[in-house]
Structures are given as C-alpha cells and as structure tokens.
Nanobody
Framework: QVQLVESGGGSVRPGGSLRLSCAGS????????IGWFRQAPGKEREGVSC????????YYVDSVKGRFTISRDNAKNVVYLQMNSLKPEDTAVYYC?????????WGQGTQVTVSS
C-alpha cells in the first residue's frame, strides 16, 4: 500500500522559514518524480515545485523561485521543500505528489500559514 505523509507545516511570520517533508512508503521511491502542490482557500491547486527521480532535475513555479528549494534523499524515501522568505500569499495546504507514468499518488496535506 502506497503512502505519502507530509509534515513540517505550521504558522510563521512573513520572512520566516519552514521545511516540509514528504515521506513515502510502499513504492520504489527513486522511480518517481515528486512534486509539491498547494491549495489556498477559494483557489485551484497549483504546482509549486518538483524533482525528478532519475537525475534530480528540479522545477519551480515563478512565484517561489529563489525562495524555495526542493531536494530528495532516496535512501530515506523523503523529499524536502525548504521554504524561506515566506510571504502571506504562500499560505495554503501543501500536498506531496508521487508520479510515474500512469501511477499517481497524493498525501493528505499539511497546512502552512504565513501571517503577522
């Protein structure tokens, strides 16, 4: 049974930092591209960042470039999203996604709130 578990969310002030973790089980981790998505209240889910399973290439949506860093530790089956210089508009539920060809799995999400 495939399971993705996000952790590390919380409440921070603008300019603060958080590190999200996505821990996977039940799948061959390094075969999967892992992505972070977020959904703010009243908005559609958007892709934030992703990292490939093979060569570790990364992608960031423009709004987080230079502030967020995605990385993976395949030995621990974990992907991290380091979020720095957080802004109120980063407030959302953050979801982890594992994808390989037609296989697609989601975690339950972790809340990130950026507020003064």
């Amino acid at each position: 049974q495939v399971q993705l578990v996000e952790s590390g969310g919380g409440s921070v002030r603008p300019g603060g930092s958080l590190r999200l973790s996505c821990a996977g089980s039940g799948l061959t981790w390094d075969y999967y591209g892992i992505g972070w998505f977020r959904q703010a209240p009243g908005k559609e889910r958007e892709g934030v960042s992703c990292i490939s399973g093979k060569d570790g290439s990364t992608y960031y949506v423009d709004s987080v470039k230079g502030r967020f860093t995605i990385s993976r530790d395949n030995a621990k089956n974990v992907v991290y999203l380091q979020m720095n210089s957080l802004k109120p508009e980063d407030t959302a539920v953050y979801y982890c996604n594992a994808k390989r060809i037609s296989l697609d799995y989601w975690g339950q999400g972790t809340q990130v709130t950026v507020s003064s």
